[in-house]
């Protein structure tokens, strides 16, 4: 994800949290990634970095530069382990 996004605010989006506008625009990802991309420098009001409690201001130019996920971390199990695990809600086995 390379491209920047850049929109400017209207009227009916003054007085938006930051974080709360970009939900409302980008509404495949969640509020905490948002905020991470805002935290991070990604997310710019009026080419300045911000806060996620910015409030918005009709006019202001947002850019955004959606950042790559990180990547996930994934460790097997043997499935000798998986059968083992306690399933929450269930009574303990016992052997």
């Not at 996004?5 to 990634?33: G, V």
């Not at 806060?51 to 850019?63: A, L």
């Not at 959606?66 to 269930?90: D, K, N």
């Amino acid at each position: 994800m390379s491209a920047t996004f850049t929109f400017t605010a209207s009227d009916q989006e003054a007085s938006y949290r930051l974080d709360q506008l970009l939900r409302e625009r980008f509404p495949q990802f969640s509020r905490a990634r948002l905020q991470e991309w805002i935290r991070s420098g990604a997310v710019k009001v009026a080419g300045q970095p911000s806060r996620p409690s910015h409030v918005v201001r009709s006019g202001e130019v947002i850019e955004v530069e959606p950042a790559e996920p990180a990547p996930l971390r994934a460790t097997p199990i043997s499935p000798r382990a998986w059968w083992c695990m306690p399933v929450q809600g269930w009574p303990a086995a016992r052997w």
